[in-house]
Structures are given as C-alpha cells and as structure tokens.
C-alpha cells in the first residue's frame, strides 16, 4: 500500500516523503477514504496507530487556501495533545510547501493572543472546547465556512462537562459539516453520543490485536512504602534512555521527582497541577533529551506522542485495561522494542491476570537483585532474596 493510492496532492505526498511516512498505517488506509467521501466518521484504534495524519490528510486535501476563513476544526480534551496536533499539522504545511495554515486555540494562554491569530484567518483550528467556546461567545471565532469538525479523544469530550461545551460548538457550525470522531477506546456513553449527533456513521475499526507484539510487560511486587525507590532502581536496573512513569496522584509525582533528582536523574515532571508554561518547558525538555524521565498521570499524558520512549513504568497501576493500554502504547513505536514495568502491591496482583486475559499478553514477574532486573524463575533470582524493597 501506498500513499499515492490515495489521490493526495502531489505535494503532499512530497512532505510525506521529506518527512520519511514510508506507508500507510491500517488505520490511514480505513480511514483516508472515507473521510475523503465527506461521511461522518468515527476511527477507533490503539494509540500510536497514526490516527492524527488519517485525519489530518484529508483535512489538507480539502482546504481551500483561497477561502480565508476557518474550514476545520479539531478538538481535543488537554492543551498537550492540542499542542501536539498543531504541531504535526504545522509540520505537514511546511514540509509540503502547502499554503495551510493552522492556529491554536488553548485554555491557560494568552486569549488576545489568540484573537490576534485569527485575524490572519487561518485554516484548520485546533484547540480545546472550552476556549473555543469563549471565543464564540465573544464573537471572535465565526465557524460558517467549517467544512469538518474533528472530536479527537471522543470518549471524553462526549462525556460529563465536555459534552454540553462541544454542543454548543456544533449549534455554532453549518448543518452540513463532516464530522469526525477519534479515540483508542469507546464508551457507552460516547457511542449513544455519536450515534445520536450521526444517525449515518461510518464506523472504522483496526485489528482486535490491541497491545503492540514488540512491548515486554513485566511486574514487580513490593511494599506500598517501597515504590518510589523501587521506580529509581529500575530506571537504573534497566538502563533507561527515555521513560514515562505514571501516578495517580500529584503529592506521588512531587515526592517521586525529588527523590530521581537527589539521584541526578533529569526529570519532566508534567502532572496536572502545574501551570501551561512549566508543563511546556516539561515537555520540551523530554522531548529533547534534557530529562529522561517524564513522571505524568493518565489526563496530563494521554494522546501525547513522543518518540523513542524505552520503558514505561506504573508506579500507580491503572485498574481499568483501557487505561493500561494508554500508557504502554507509548513505548515499543515504529518498529522498535519497548519494556512495560508495573509496581505493584500483593493485592493488586489479580490486575496482572485481568490484563493477560484481556490482552492476550504475558506479564513477568521479577526483583531486583544487586542492581539488575531478574525474572523470577531464572537461576540467579532463585537464589535472590525476594526483593530489595
């Protein structure tokens, strides 16, 4: 397969070149077609399945750059993934030498900032529902030449709060605009939502293979008082290049940081308290190698694509499968391989069968001994002491 097939611009498929998209991931192939047909759309696939650029190519494909005006939008439930969106869009504009232009739109910056951009009339929006929402009602944002409507994340912003603010987006938009909803998991919720708002919805779905083959799941089991320090003497046991570690709780995240930096490990730490600016430069310091570890909850991190990640590690594991699927989804990318390690206390063992049956995955269990990370069952683990705590 190929991107030709496609009947893409010839110069986007100049950028996809430049920037080395090969071929088209399954999920590209279901959906550039029917997103080109103009169908309401839902894309259902695992995280890092290349959901963004199935959308995004269509998105460029149909713009008109001689329209000065908004002709997509694309809403996304965290200013990260906003951010990150814009960022391939932007990307795919300047490698294609296309006239595309994108702007975003984010709560906890600058609002006349953003008022300032869309003087420029840019043509594909990105943002979160909530300041796209304020500059509605201010009469800054006119949506009447929106052509497609992207809900990426579409089993959160189609529950609870985000709900009634992407509601009022719609009301806000033609009748006749595509919509397009994306995420890696589905909801009840979320599914009567679309089904409701796109009664004819063409529904695209990958492969059941949902957890990456190249990703090894391990486990260990310690005392609740020994997980911090048994999260530092993995990454050091496991000689990690890049890492996310994910807590459920920000005093967790805070006391975990402190400790890896008193052992001179360069740490992001992106959890949801912090303010945009420090979670930027977070950010920005992973992604370019000045910190190898980046400690995050599930909602700071989720949809947030960075590439070369090693090992994740569960310092709190997630109870629901969907959510362990999110995280070890960011690592073992492009063909690489990726090391999954979950801390665990006894009791939470029974999630460990939970995921293998759901899965159809294997979790290891091991310890830690003098410095490495043994297998239990291995010869040398028989003989080790059941953990360093």
Not at 114 to 142: A, C, D, W, Y
Not at 185 to 198: D, G, I
Not at 237 to 254: D, G, L, P, S, W
């Amino acid at each position: 397969m190929s991107f030709e097939q496609f009947g893409l611009a010839p110069a986007l498929l100049a950028g996809l070149e430049k920037q080395k998209f090969g071929e088209p991931t399954p999920v590209q192939v279901q959906a550039i077609p029917a997103l080109q047909a103009g169908s309401d759309t839902y894309i259902n696939a695992e995280t890092g399945s290349g959901k963004t650029l199935a959308y995004l190519l269509p998105l460029f494909q149909g713009v008109n750059p001689n329209v000065k005006a908004a002709q997509a939008l694309i809403l996304a439930p965290t200013q990260e993934l906003a951010m990150q969106i814009h960022q391939v869009a932007c990307d795919l504009a300047q490698h294609s030498g296309l006239d595309v232009r994108s702007a975003s739109l984010i709560g906890g910056a600058a609002i006349d900032r953003q008022i300032e951009r869309l003087k420029k009339k840019p043509h594909i929006l990105v943002g979160t529902p909530g300041r796209i929402l304020e500059l509605i009602e201010r009469g800054k944002l006119k949506l009447s030449e929106l052509k497609t409507l992207v809900i990426d994340e579409a089993d959160r912003l189609l529950a609870d709060e985000s709900l009634e603010m992407v509601k009022k987006i719609l009301r806000a938009s033609p009748g006749r605009r595509q919509l397009v909803y994306v995420s890696a998991t589905e909801q009840p919720k979320s599914k009567e939502v679309m089904e409701q708002l796109s009664p004819q919805l063409v529904r695209l779905h990958t492969e059941d293979v949902v957890i990456n083959p190249n990703i090894e799941h391990f486990y260990v089991v310690v005392d609740q008082r020994d997980k911090a320090d048994t999260i530092r003497k993995l990454i050091h046991a496991t000689k990690t290049k890049k890492a996310i570690v994910f807590t459920h709780r920000n005093e967790t995240a805070e006391d975990l940081a402190s400790r890896l930096e008193h052992h001179k490990v360069a740490v992001a730490d992106l959890h949801s308290t912090y303010g945009k600016e420090v979670r930027k430069q977070a950010m920005q310091n992973f992604r370019s190698g000045k910190a190898t570890v980046m400690i995050a909850s599930d909602v700071a991190a989720r949809g947030l694509d960075v590439q070369g990640i090693t090992h994740v590690f569960n310092l709190d594991i997630p109870s629901k499968g969907k959510d362990y699927l999110h995280r070890v989804g960011r690592t073992g990318r492009a063909g690489t391989q990726g090391v999954a390690v979950s801390v665990l206390v006894r009791p939470e063992v029974r999630l460990v069968k939970q995921f293998e049956r759901d899965f159809g995955i294997s979790m290891r269990e091991v310890i830690l001994r003098e410095g490495q990370m043994l297998e239990v069952g291995d010869d040398a683990a028989a003989e080790a002491a059941p953990s360093e705590g």
